[in-house]
Nanobody
């Protein structure tokens, strides 16, 4: 089972970026998925999660109104649209998948991460 995150890069503050997380090895169309991030010198933190069909989402306060999570179950892929990026959004972003369909507290599969760097 692999979760392949991509789409990271170097952008300026105020720019937008879209991350993708493609799953392989099994389908996650019935599973909740999420994005976490870890900034340099800090612990990993929750960013956003989505349930199996997109009917329920949960966002960290720090990204509400700027980030949007979505999923395409036919492609076994989840996306993170990040708008109005700030310097403090700089981090390695990880996608994760749960074994359940609803948004849980913990996740069971993790991707390798993609680096997002926001410059001034």
């Amino acid at each position: 089972v692999q979760l392949q995150a991509s789409g990271g890069g170097l952008v300026q503050a105020g720019d937008s970026l879209r991350l993708s997380c493609a799953a392989s090895g099994r389908t996650f169309s019935s599973n909740a998925m999420a994005w976490f991030r870890q900034a340099p010198g800090k612990e990993r933190e929750f960013v956003v999660a989505i349930d199996w069909n997109g009917s329920s989402t949960r966002y960290a306060d720090s990204v509400k109104g700027r980030f949007t999570i979505s999923r395409d179950n036919a492609k076994n892929t989840v996306y993170l649209q990040m708008n109005t990026l700030k310097l403090e959004d700089t981090a390695v972003y990880y996608c994760a998948a749960a074994l359940v369909s609803y948004i849980p507290q913990t996740y069971d599969y993790w991707g390798q991460g993609t680096l997002v760097t926001v410059s001034s």
